[in-house]
């Protein structure tokens, strides 16, 4: 499926993976809601309404207008939570949540593409609270990851940086020139439309469990399309590893416990009506959280 090992006299090339029914079969924004639960961020009709939510985006998926309204909805949801609490929550049940929810086949290319001398780099609309343990826990070498605003250690329910629809775009595109990648020579998965500018920059677009919208684009542009079904625990697969692997959750849990907005900073906007006000960050504000590198692998 993929290319041999890189030739190191050629620009360096990476792999861009989605996150969310991309790598894990479920939104990792979603996936924390009974865990916030339980620790009392949340009451039962919230915690039952964002259950709801994650059934439909898994069943369906979400258009653009979808994920406005769980936008609008989870950022009011996560206004005022004081933020070392929800570090505390994420902490102690990413692996329990995360772990069971990686597609077998998403950690077996991110394998296949270090092993031919590729960065990985997990772009998500997610918040960068949790795509960072989840990255970290993966072996990727970057996130690129929205980030929230924060004040007297509490979310404020808007957002400095959101990485979503073109916005992702823009950040591979910095990514390459400030590291160096040949864009033609990338990779790039996603399963959603929404993510078509992302794959539209690099050479080798792949289509991951499609929504309508993107396989119907996929198909007319004769990209391939990949089926992912097998989600797997890592701890399971570690015996057929042949990379290296980054510490665990251990690790994920102490740097990123920064694990925070349960991914509800991917929807956590303030003044976004439509996709096309993505753009509107500064190049200056983006280059603090843009491709944020991860610990080397160990």
């Known amino acids: 499926m993929l290319g041999g090992v890189e030739n190191h006299s050629l620009p360096r090339t990476a792999a861009f993976f989605d996150l969310d029914k991309t790598v894990i079969a479920k939104s990792s924004t979603l996936t924390f809601s009974k865990s916030f639960y339980q620790g009392g961020l949340i009451n039962r009709r919230a915690a039952l ?86 990255g970290e826990l993966l072996g990727a070498d970057r996130v690129v990851a929205t980030r929230m605003v924060v004040e007297d250690g509490r ?57 309508r919208a993107l396989r119907r684009e996929a198909t007319a542009r004769d990209w391939p399309i990949l089926s992912f079904s097998r989600p797997v625990r890592l701890k399971q697969r570690l015996p057929s590893l042949s990379m290296p692997s980054r510490p665990a959750l251990v690790a994920a849990a102490a740097v990123g416990a920064a694990a925070a907005t349960a991914g509800l900073v991917w929807l956590a906007g303030r003044r976004r009506t439509s996709t096309t006000d993505l753009t509107g960050f500064g190049r200056k504000s983006k280059e603090k959280w843009l491709g944020l590198p991860l610990p080397p692998r160990q």
């Open 49 to 134: 309404r964002t259950a709801y939510t994650q059934f439909v985006f898994v069943v369906g998926g979400a258009d653009h207008e979808q994920m406005e309204r769980m936008r609008q909805y989870l950022s009011e949801l996560c206004r005022g939570w004081n933020v070392q609490q929800v570090r505390e929550i994420v902490a102690e049940t990413l692996h329990e949540l995360i772990d069971p929810i990686i597609y077998d086949e998403a950690a077996s290319l991110i394998e296949e593409h270090h092993t031919a001398g590729r960065d990985v780099v997990i772009v998500s609309t997610s918040g960068a609270e949790v795509v960072e343990p989840i």
């Open 155 to 211: 979310f404020t329910g808007e957002v400095e940086y959101y990485a979503y629809g073109p916005t992702k775009a823009e950040a591979i595109r910095e990514l390459a020139e400030s590291e160096g990648y040949d864009l033609a020579r990338c990779y790039a998965y996603s399963d959603s439309a929404t993510d078509l500018p992302m794959l539209e920059a690099v050479g080798h677009p792949y289509a991951v469990n499609p929504d």
